[in-house]
């Protein structure tokens, strides 16, 4: 246990397995990605008890890995709107202790574009979650462009959470979430990057898991892309400056190796608590709470960390977690 006091934290990396999408997904598909191998146990019940023993007021919840993409649309768009109804009856369920990261039915745009509007206005969802690739393809593919676009009218958050691409089967004795998982969330990031999304969507709020995954050790290397006219068109306040703008959480990361980079990268209000619960198990959860703490970054940066900086992103919150 780590406070008795009342919890504080925001923790925006929190995953939740609605029952349709971990009846139709299959526990097999879910569990093998990870570290242990099997499907989480988890209910909400689960989760308030964890977020209670470690400090947590409000948990942002979103679909993990592998997602609602499987090929079938129907599938997909029906997964969608149950995950999507099953986190807004949550947040209504336990005031002040969820929030929502709402899922699209990506790669199919249309049926996005109105699930957007219906997490948006109808559940007033905090912002919408999104996987690193879809199809093996990447968010800066000029496909997704249409979603991109309104989400930047809308001024809305973005989360984004890594997944296994389908063009990497290398190592597959290697659990997905150990290697691919940071790797796809960097390729995420140069595809937005050198599409000219970000440069494009200066009104979305941008969140990438586990510290940006090895973005912030490869920046000063993917920034040597500006060499070329055709990167550069697309990064023209240059790639450290719109990396410098991103959003990053601390899910697996509070330790000094990645903070060290991480704050090389982003000052301390670009960064989010994150647990990554159920997927990660409640030991890790406690651990990036011990971790934080231990980096010596201050009490009032460790405040923002903890919680400002999610409040200042997600204002709707506040309400919630005061």
């Known amino acids: 246990m780590v406070q008795s006091a009342a919890p504080q934290r925001i923790d925006v990396h929190h995953h939740i397995l609605p029952p349709d999408y971990c009846r139709i997904v299959g526990a097999d598909r879910i569990g093998h990605q990870l ?3 099997k499907l989480p146990d988890w209910t909400p019940q689960h989760s308030i008890a964890a977020m209670d023993r470690n400090g947590i007021a409000t948990a942002v919840t979103s679909i993990s890995s592998p997602g609602l993409w499987f090929g079938d649309a129907a599938v997909t768009r029906r997964l969608a709107r149950h995950s999507n109804d099953y986190a807004a ?3 209504q369920d336990h005031p002040g202790r969820f929030g929502l990261f709402a899922s699209l039915p990506l790669p199919d745009i249309e049926a996005s ?3 957007i509007d219906y997490a948006l206005d109808t559940l007033k969802a905090e912002g919408i979650g999104l996987l690193t690739s879809y199809d093996s393809r990447y968010p800066g593919d000029p ?6 676009d309104e989400l930047d009218r809308r001024r809305a ?6 997944t296994a691409a389908d ?8 659990p997905a979430a150990t290697l691919e998982f940071p790797f796809d969330t960097t390729r995420a990031i140069a595809s937005l990057l050198f599409s000219g999304t970000f440069a494009r969507c200066r009104n979305i709020r941008f969140i990438f898991s586990h510290a940006g995954g090895t973005v912030p050790f490869l920046a000063e290397r993917i920034a040597r892309l500006e060499r070329r006219p055709e990167f ?3 990064v023209p306040e240059g790639v ?3 990396l410098g703008r991103l959003h990053f959480d601390t899910a697996l990361s509070a330790n000094a190796y990645s903070f060290d980079a991480l704050l090389r990268l982003v000052t301390a209000d670009k960064v989010l608590f994150g647990s990554d619960y159920p997927f990660a198990p409640e030991a890790t959860m406690t651990a990036t709470v011990h971790g934080l703490a231990a980096l010596d970054l201050g009490a009032e940066v460790l405040q923002a960390i903890e919680r400002d900086n999610a409040l200042r992103l997600l204002p709707a919150l506040c309400r919630e977690a005061a």
Not at 143 to 148: G, K, L, Q
């Open 113 to 115: 574009l109105r699930e």
């Open 35 to 37: 570290v242990s191998g």
């Open 167 to 174: 063009c990497c089967g290398c190592l597959p004795e290697i």
């Open 240 to 242: 450290i400056a719109e």
């Open 232 to 234: 550069l068109q697309a």
């Open 143 to 148: 496909s997704f462009a249409p979603i991109f």
């Open 157 to 162: 958050v973005v989360y984004f959470h890594p």
């Open 89 to 91: 009856a949550m947040r």
